[in-house]
């Protein structure tokens, strides 16, 4: 059995969580917040800045993800997870001008292989009016035929140039999240 197919029928779906601490990294919240997510393949148009507010785009990329299921990453701001995405999808929030920690971090164990980097974190100084876009990478690549793990599982968050952005986007899936009760 390869290990691509065994990390298929073994994939974990309980809660990533390390005790009751939150995920490491500035920006992320509480380890029991959960979302369901749910994507639409028509795009969302760009919202207006409102309210002296900045806009930041938060894009799950998963090209580089050769595994199933897909994770679905959460994403934080100062401590509060915003929404959530899936499988090559994107969606926005509205911030205040000022310093921000972001965080991006796999809701759920995808792959059985550890260790796995399952949380990423930057941060940025908005400023009203203005939009940031960034991208979270999953990736777990694997050496076909053999189906050998060529690098530890992780997420990259990094901030993403508004042109590159918006081609992802033409091509990804607007992400609809919500908190599971």
């Known amino acids: ?20 601490r939150a995920p490491a990294g500035p920006g992320c919240g509480p380890p029991s917040v ?4 749910k994507t639409e393949k028509k795009p969302k148009t760009a919202p207006v800045s409102r309210s002296g507010k ?17 994770p679905t990453t959460r994403f934080g701001i100062d401590g509060t997870w ?12 509205l911030v205040d001008p000022g310093e921000h920690h972001v965080c991006a971090n796999w ?10 980097r399952s949380t990423a974190a930057t941060h940025f100084k908005a400023v009203a009016g203005k939009v940031y876009y960034f991208r979270a990478r999953d990736i777990a690549i694997f050496d076909h035929p053999g ?15 508004a042109d590159e952005a918006r081609v992802l986007m033409g091509s990804f899936s607007y992400s609809l999240s919500h908190p599971k009760k």
């Open 82 to 93: 915003v929404g959530a995405t899936h499988a090559n999808s994107y969606f926005f929030a």
């Open 34 to 37: 959960k979302f369901d997510v």
């Open 147 to 161: 189906g050998a793990l060529l690098y530890e599982p992780e997420v990259r968050l990094s901030a993403l140039d």
């Open 54 to 70: 900045a806009i930041v785009f938060f894009l799950q990329d998963d090209l580089k993800f050769g595994s199933r299921p897909r």
């Open 1 to 20: 059995m390869t290990a691509t197919l065994l990390a298929v029928l073994l994939a974990v779906s309980a809660p990533y969580t390390a005790g009751a």
């Open 107 to 116: 809701q759920s164990r995808v792959i059985l292989f550890s260790p796995t």
